[in-house]
DNA sequence: ACAATACATCGACCAATGTCAATCTAAGGA
DNA sequence: TCCTTAGATTGACATTGGTCGATGTATTGT
């Protein structure tokens, strides 16, 4: 079997070889792809405002607020938690129904923890 | 007993009573302070180059790369992805390591897990 | 000592983002 | 019908953020 090679232990299939200064791979990164989407998920919720606005319509327990509420606790203006309402709808964190003269925001179940969930496996 | 008031079934102690559209509250909403420190974290997280960097270090099996591997995989200048890696770095992420000529990052082990576990209670 | 390499820092530039005042739209109430 | 209220949209503005070229700083090899 003159045509065997032995490789070197930092070779995993698949994965191009590293420079002299690299250390073994254990699996392979991110695909860049995944990466971007998970980057556009955490942008969205990458704001102070935001993450007390997803609270806030969390601890509702219909888990449903009302923008009256987010009015009142935000030392914001309306048109800015306006803003930011759009930004976690548009993101898949919150959906909005109208009832009324009012708005109500809920919680898409699930949505936050399996962001937390990629994140921790990234 | 006649000082004796029935409070509204919106009324939990110590958080203020709901305009008339709004639901009951299951618990209290996360304090400001605490989403300023979430949001700054999450903001060091939420860059597609950023996430890839952290995978891609903890890809490896001693949780440590240098740089050549990143700028081996990102299309991306080297001082583009110094600055990333400085942003992680102070955002508590990666820590650096120099040895010789090279520079060696590092996850901080529980790092991501703890944000990701804040995310989801938030 | 000198050249080369690895990486950090600086300065500039353009794009993206958070904020608000002003305006628009729709729903209720008088 | 008209006025009021709730909330979305628009436009402008200042700030932040990602990117790169140029330069600085150690460290290694000759």
Redesign the interface.
Known sequence: MTFTQILPLTDISGV?P??A??????????A?ES??A??RS??A????????I???V?????Q???V??LT??LTLSQPTISHHLKVLVDAGFLTRAKRGT?SYYSLVPGS??S???V??A?
């Open positions: 191009s590293a420079d200064c690299s250390s073994p791979l254990a699996r392979t990164a991110i860049p990466a971007d998970l980057a955490l942008k919720l990458s704001d102070p405002a935001r993450l007390r997803i609270s806030i969390s601890a509702h327990a219909d449903e607020a009302c009256c509420d009142d606790q009012w936050l923890g962001v937390a969930g994140l921790a990234v």
